[in-house]
């Protein structure tokens, strides 16, 4: 179990990051992986994270290897997320 010194260092480090800019999360896409993973490979129906897009998951990862599972926990992505629109404009020769 965590002391309280080490949980008083990780609620003060959750409370110092602005939540409400450029993190994102979702319930029904898995944003964890890369999309070229998503398209590929099979979906397992199990929660798989790549680490290096869940900022929150040195702080999740006690919880979910005790209950194995990860329906009790939300991965938080942080990140930036700019959309374009495009044009394709078809030359028929």
């Keep these: 179990m965590f002391s309280s010194l080490v949980f008083c260092r990780y ?9 409400s800019k ?14 070229q993973k998503n398209v590929t490979e099979k979906n397992t129906g199990q929660v798989v994270y790549e680490t290096m ?5 040195f702080l999740t990862r006690a919880i979910r290897n005790h209950l194995k599972n ?7 992505v942080h990140g930036f997320f700019k959309q374009y629109c495009l044009f394709i404009i078809e030359d028929h020769k």
Excluded: G, P, Q
């Design 11 to 19: 609620k003060r480090l959750l409370c110092s990051v602005d939540l």
């Design 22 to 35: 450029d993190f994102f999360f979702s319930y029904s896409y898995n944003i964890m992986r890369s999309l």
């Design 53 to 57: 897009f869940v900022w929150n998951e």
């Design 70 to 76: 990860t329906s009790w926990t939300v991965a938080l």
